[in-house]
Each structure stands twice: as C-alpha cells, then as structure tokens.
C-alpha cells in the first residue's frame, strides 16, 4: 500500500519508520517546498501534488496547517483520513471551540476577538490575565499573548490587530488564564469501524510554551475516564479516523480541554517504548484500515525532548532503558531536534533513571528531569 502524508518533518518519518514492516510505503508531501519526498532519506519524487495523489491508495496528514487548497484537493480524492474537517477543527481555534461546544466537552472560557470591542468584553467577562492566541496560526506557544494588566492593553491591541488586518479570515481568542494543577494529555486511536484504543494519559510540562518533559504511567483512574470520555465525544463528533490527541489542564480534579490536534502529538512519543502499539503505528494502521494495536502500558515512561541541540553525552544512551530519536534536521535554537525516551519496570525504578539522566542533560537545556525523578523516588 503508498500512503502520502501531507507535511514532511519527524511526524511522517516516525510513521515512515514503523510503517515499512507493515509492507505501507509511505512518502511525503513538503507543502512549503511543494516536493513529494522520502520522509526518512530525503530523496526526491518527480511526482507533483495532484500525481502523488492519483499514485497513494490513502492520503493522512502530520500537521493542521495545510493549505486550503491541498486541502480540498485530498479531500476529493476521498481517500484522506482523518479528512478535511477535523483538520480544520485542529488548525482553527474558532471553529475547535464550537466543535468542543457542540460536543459538551468542557474547555477553557473564551472570546473570539475580531475587533476592539470584543478584547474590552473579554477583559470585563473573563478577567485578567488572558492568554490571547491567533486562531489561524501558531504552535509550540507562537501567536500568543499574556494581557496581565490592563495598562498592556492598548500595546498587545496594536499586534493584534496587524495580525487581524493581514487576511480577513484572521480571527484571535482570548481565554482566561487557567491556573491548573498540571497539564496533561490523551492519544488514541479511531477506526473507521468506529472502534476506539486510548492510550494511558500522559502528565506533560512545557517550557516557553514548548512541550519539555512528558511522563506516562502516572494518572490516576479517575482522570484517566474523565479524558476518555472527552476523547470519545470529540473523535465521534469529528466522525475520526487515526490517532488524535488532546491536551487538558486539570483543576482541582477536573479537565478542561485547552486544545485538540489532529495527528499523532510530541507528548505521545514515549508509546514507541512504552506501549504495545506505539502511536505512529496506529495512526498508519487506521488510516491504512488494518485493525487497531493495543494501546496498553507495558512500563512507565518518559520522553524527554532535545531542543536546540544535534548531539547528547554518550551516557544518557548507555543508561538502562533509554533510546534516542533523531529527526535528521539543521540545528536552530529552540529547535525540535530529536528525543530521549526511557522506560522502567516501576515508577520508582523510573526515577532513579531519570536522577541518573539529569546528571548528564543540564538543567537549563532540559528543565524538570531533577524535580521529576525526585517526585518518584
Ligand atoms: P502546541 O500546538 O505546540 O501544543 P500551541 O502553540 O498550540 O502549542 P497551546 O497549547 O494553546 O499552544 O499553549 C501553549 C501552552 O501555553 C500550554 O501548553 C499551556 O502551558 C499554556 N496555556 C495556553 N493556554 C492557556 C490558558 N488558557 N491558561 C493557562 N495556560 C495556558
Ligand atoms: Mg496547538
Ligand atoms: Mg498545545
């Protein structure tokens, strides 16, 4: 089977990578490039879009900001999954909120901003601080602002609107800040049978907004049915095929959705270790129509992002447990370079795991390992 993925960056590979033994070929589609190419060697296709198209028995994408046009084009084919709405839902904050509304999956307080007046109602409705975002682009925290004070107004005012006047299908929201306990996530699986897999709810910490640290086998049963039952309303609502995720923030118990992305998701990377049938595998299995993996735990996991970086100590791979992940791109600060996943027979083994990966990742470049593997012990 050929499977074209729209996007070509570490998603399509991770897929490319487990779908080989599944005998499903798979090649990418680079939208800024507009190249068809090998998501794990590089190589080129003389295929253009519409060929690429004609020559793959199904279409998946690793990103929600595909063009419209590309869009439409996978869509006609009637071979993409998970298809053009949920990808729209995932790249769109507006149209994301009246899905999670029309779902009756709680999320965080909003208002959409399309002019002045809506920002002083948002102000006055939802209270100070506000995470302001562009509904149309963004990710890893790009496209936001913090209002803190109301002296701040008129200033973030100004860069909102350059960004609303640029195209007019520009919209913006502000939400109210959550104050949460943690911020966690679900991954699962969706077949078009309608058959669902959801994986153990991952605890996440982001750093400037870029996901850092993710850890598996922790949730209690509790959180874990109050995210599968917001997984089950969503992928149903989105009629969905392949693996989708959604990230929380818990309150006092309580999840609040802060936002869906319709792919395979940084903080599902520990299931290449720590579950049965990882992430990417089941994506590429739904899509392709092959019955869905299981989601199990097998051990508690983390994954530790490498950002900014082409290289680590030779330790953190010889440390019991560990493997590491590249994703074969030029260094920039900041960057998604790659990422560490370990695994261990208990939660406490796996502290002691990541005390002895913290004395050799430093704390600035990879914050949270020293306070996680002490919470642990
Ligand atoms: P990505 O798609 O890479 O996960 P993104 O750019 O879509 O990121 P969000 O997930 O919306 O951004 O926000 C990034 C982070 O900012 C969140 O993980 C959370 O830590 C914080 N954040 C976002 N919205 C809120 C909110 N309403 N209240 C409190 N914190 C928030
Ligand atoms: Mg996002
Ligand atoms: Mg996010």
Redesign the pocket.
């Known amino acids: 089977m050929q499977m074209l993925v729209l996007g070509a960056g570490q998603l399509a590979r991770m897929m490319a990578l487990v779908a080989t033994p599944l005998d499903i070929h798979i090649r990418a589609y680079d939208v800024n490039s507009e190249q068809v190419l090998h998501p794990v060697t590089g190589e080129r296709y003389e295929q253009n879009l519409t060929q690429a198209i004609e020559a793959s028995d199904r279409i998946t994408a690793e990103f929600e900001h595909v063009p419209a046009d590309v869009l439409a084009l996978c869509e006609q084919s009637g071979k993409f999954f998970p298809g053009r709405k949920a990808i729209e839902c995932g790249g769109d904050?507006a149209k994301e909120k009246a899905l999670l509304d029309g779902a009756g999956v709680p999320s965080?307080p909003y208002v959409l901003v399309t002019e002045h007046r809506h920002l002083e109602q948002a102000i006055s409705d939802l209270g100070l601080p506000l995470?302001i975002?562009t509904c149309q682009a963004?990710?890893?925290?790009?496209?936001?602002w913090r209002l803190k004070s109301t002296d701040q107004a008129d200033d973030i005012w100004q860069e909102m609107k350059a960004f609303l006047d640029k195209d007019a299908t520009h919209s913006i929201i502000c939400?109210?800040?959550?104050?949460?306990d943690r911020?966690v996530s679900v991954i699962g699986a969706r077949d078009a049978q309608g058959n669902v897999k959801v994986y153990p709810v991952t605890e996440?910490e982001?750093t400037n907004?870029?996901?850092t640290l993710s850890v598996a086998g922790i949730v209690n049963k509790n959180i874990q049915a109050q995210a599968v039952d917001a997984y089950n309303k969503v992928a149903k609502a989105l009629d969905y095929v392949g693996v989708l995720a959604i990230?929380f923030?818990e309150v006092e118990g309580e999840l609040l959705v802060?936002?869906i992305?319709p792919r395979v998701?940084?903080s599902g990377h520990w299931t290449q270790q720590g579950a049965f049938c990882c992430q990417f595998e089941n994506h590429v299995r739904a899509v392709a129509g092959l019955p869905l993996g299981s989601t199990d735990l097998m051990q508690p996991s983390a994954m530790i992002n490498v950002l900014g970086q082409d290289a680590i100590p030779q330790q953190v791979l010889a440390t019991p447990g560990v493997r590491s992940h590249w994703y074969g791109k030029t260094v920039k600060p900041g960057r998604k370079m790659g990422h560490i996943n370990v695994s261990a027979n208990s939660l406490y083994e796996l502290g002691e795991r990541l005390s002895e990966l913290q004395a050799h990742l430093s704390e600035q470049d990879y914050p949270g390992i020293k306070a996680r593997a002490q919470q642990l012990k």
Request: charged letters at 30%; a negative charge.
């Open positions: 904050r965080a995470v975002k963004g990710y890893d925290g790009k496209g936001q939400e109210k800040m959550i104050p949460f911020e996440n982001h907004g870029v996901l990230e923030f802060n936002e992305a998701h940084n």
